[in-house]
């Protein structure tokens, strides 16, 4: 019985912050799940309803993969990142950024304000991945009938731990920036154009290398990953077009085992650096 009173002691704030922060962000949830709706529709419905003369895919498994985005570009990729941005931006930056941190911090343990944060706003992302995934099914059930593949679920993992890679970079960046518009404006620049631009560089410049260090490119295993076959030698992992003697390489998707490390090493560092800046900054 102590045992149990002494944590639901200890796990009370949390869960006054996260229910706070619920409510709080409600208004963002429902704009970004209107959001979501507009590129579930764009993704998964538009090209196949309003573009003539563009055919279905042959199969549910790469109709999925083309909605979800397994290629070069994924509006709905784009979009997980746009949202996280905004949404997590806040949860190191804006304590200082408001002095919110002198009333709380004595009353609260700093790492229990940040951890309810952090799986309230995880939770609206859940949230509104759910959304567009649900809409994909429905799509897809709608074009194509049964069975839906159960890759889709594997897809949706692998979202999701696409959404806590991202959030831990956003973190760092929320606990070394003064204010929340300059890590959301910081973030945005990193995470979407920042990866896009080295890969773009180094698609002409050495287009052998594989762009291992890129979250975006490891969040394209959310589409490539349906498919039962999936691609296991290097060759069946890119396409490259020659011009003579230049050859332009596009890498469509890592492993699976190098997409989830290159996740998982992503939030790990940041997550670390993130508590060991906060933890020496002071109000």
């Not at 998964?44 to 055919?55: E, I, Q, R, Y």
């Not at 941190?101 to 229990?112: A, D, Q, S, V």
């Not at 951890?115 to 509104?128: C, E, P, R, V, W």
């Amino acid at each position: 019985m102590k045992t149990l009173s002494y944590l639901s002691r200890e796990l009370r704030p949390i869960s006054y912050t996260y229910f706070f922060i619920l409510k709080k962000q409600w208004k963002k949830f429902v704009f970004f799940a209107i959001v979501m709706v507009a590129v579930g529709l764009i993704s998964c419905v538009l090209p196949n309803s309003l573009v003539s003369g563009n055919p279905l895919p042959e199969n549910l498994i790469e109709y999925l993969n083309n909605s979800i985005g397994g290629g070069p570009v994924s509006i709905f990729s784009y979009m997980l990142i746009f949202a996280i941005c905004l949404l997590f931006s806040g949860i190191i930056c804006s304590e200082y950024d408001n002095e919110t941190g002198y009333i709380m911090f004595p009353k609260i343990n700093r790492y229990k304000l940040i951890i309810g944060k952090y799986f309230a706003n995880y939770t609206l992302m859940i949230g509104l991945s759910a959304i567009f995934y649900f809409i994909a099914i429905l799509a897809g059930f709608y074009y194509y009938g049964g069975p839906i593949p159960i890759t889709i679920f594997y897809s949706f993992g692998i979202a999701l731990l696409f959404i806590f890679s991202v959030s831990c970079v956003v973190v760092l960046f929320s606990s070394v920036m003064k204010t929340v518009n300059i890590t959301i404006i910081s973030s945005i620049l990193v995470l979407l154009v920042g990866f896009s631009i080295v890969t773009q560089l180094l698609t002409l410049l050495s287009p052998e290398i594989e762009p291992l260090y890129s979250l975006d490119y490891a969040g394209r295993l959310m589409g490539s990953i349906i498919y039962e076959d999936f691609p296991t030698t290097v060759e069946e992992r890119f396409t490259e077009i020659s011009f003579g003697r230049f050859a332009m390489r596009t890498w469509q998707t890592p492993t699976i085992l190098a997409g989830i490390l290159i996740m998982l090493i992503y939030a790990g560092v940041s997550f670390t650096l993130a508590a060991i800046i906060f933890k020496r900054k002071q109000l």
